[in-house]
Nanobody
Framework: QVQLVESGGGLVQAGGSLRLSCAASGRTFSGYAMGWFRQAPGKEREFVAAISRNGRSTIYADSVKGRFTISRDNAKNTVYLQMNSLKPEDTAVYSC?????????????????WGQGTQVTVSS
């Protein structure tokens, strides 16, 4: 498995932007598809975005489509989530995850490595 550490969370006003980073170590980063998930208080963890091993294929949840962008730099063993036009309903703990699948994966059970998460809070 691969070890994952997220960073970049924080408090931002509605309409603002944040960029999350997820640094990987331990195994060959390019051998994993990557995803971002989030969990708000009292709610189940939900899919946000995913990217294939080579970065050429991405998938987004409808709730973030057009506002969030997932990307990866295999040379830096890092995956990013650029979040623009943030809304209060985007408030959650955001976690990155690694999947041994080739393409972008949207199902939690497809991922076998998880980071601890980073808090994102959007004020109205």
């Amino acid at each position: 498995q691969v070890q994952l550490v997220e960073s970049g969370g924080g408090l931002v006003q509605a309409g603002g932007s944040l960029r999350l980073s997820c640094a990987a170590s331990g195994r060959t980063f390019s051998g994993y598809a990557m995803g971002w998930f989030r969990q708000a208080p009292g709610k189940e963890r939900e899919f946000v975005a995913a990217i294939s091993r080579n970065g050429r294929s991405t998938i987004y949840a409808d709730s973030v489509k057009g506002r969030f962008t997932i990307s990866r730099d295999n040379a830096k063993n890092t995956v990013y989530l650029q979040m623009n036009s943030l809304k209060p309903e985007d408030t959650a703990v955001y976690s990155c995850a690694a999947s041994p699948t080739w393409g972008a994966a949207i199902t939690i059970t497809q991922y076998n490595s998880w980071g601890q998460g980073t808090q994102v809070t959007v004020s109205s």
